[in-house]
């Protein structure tokens, strides 16, 4: 997945010097409250608006697995009579075991592909050259990190909410 470099002398860039007192401007407005836009935090902001959002968030995620937990102590004590109940965990947690196995698969190939174009001797005749392969090399391994945790994330989350609305309906605590 080798990017086209550019940034020749010649080359048109994207926009020219006679936009830079326009994007000055922009980068500034993001410092300050926009009534038209009252979703967005001004960048002073963002660092304790972030924090704020992943409390929220670990908070909400830690009182469901709260609640999974006491329904799954609520059914786990009738799993020796409950057959199919017991049949059906073991299908949750195959599937989960399969879908967690395939983003290791995933991963290592990602990986792999990662080794073998940095394996791969590019023959830059300038030094910028030779910084913009890096700097690739080093968006495709965040590529590929950011890929995967926000997959083994979204699995864990799946498979906390399925494995919730399950035991609801088996403890017939209603859906979680």
Not at 10 to 22: F, K, N
């Amino acid at each position: 997945m080798q990017r086209a470099i550019t940034g020749s002398m010649t080359a048109p860039s994207r926009i020219g010097p006679a936009q830079l007192a326009a994007a000055q401007q922009r980068l500034q407005a993001c410092a300050q409250s926009d009534p038209a836009h009252p979703q967005r935090t001004p960048l002073p902001l963002l660092p304790a608006k972030r924090v704020a959002d992943l409390h929220r968030l670990a908070a909400k995620r830690l009182q469901a697995q709260a609640q999974v937990a006491a329904q799954w102590g609520q059914w786990a004590w009738r799993a020796p009579f409950d057959p199919q109940g017991t049949a059906e965990a073991m299908a949750l947690g195959m599937a989960f075991w399969q879908q967690w196995m395939g983003l290791q698969a995933q991963w290592t190939d990602g990986l792999a592909g990662l080794a073998e174009e940095a394996g791969d001797v590019h023959e830059a005749n300038t030094v910028s050259k030779a910084v913009v392969q890096e700097i690739n090399l080093v968006q495709q391994a965040m590529a590929l990190s950011t890929a995967q945790a926000g997959l083994t994330l979204q699995l864990l989350e799946n498979a906390q909410n399925n494995l919730g609305f399950w035991l609801a309906r088996r403890t017939g605590a209603g859906a979680g």
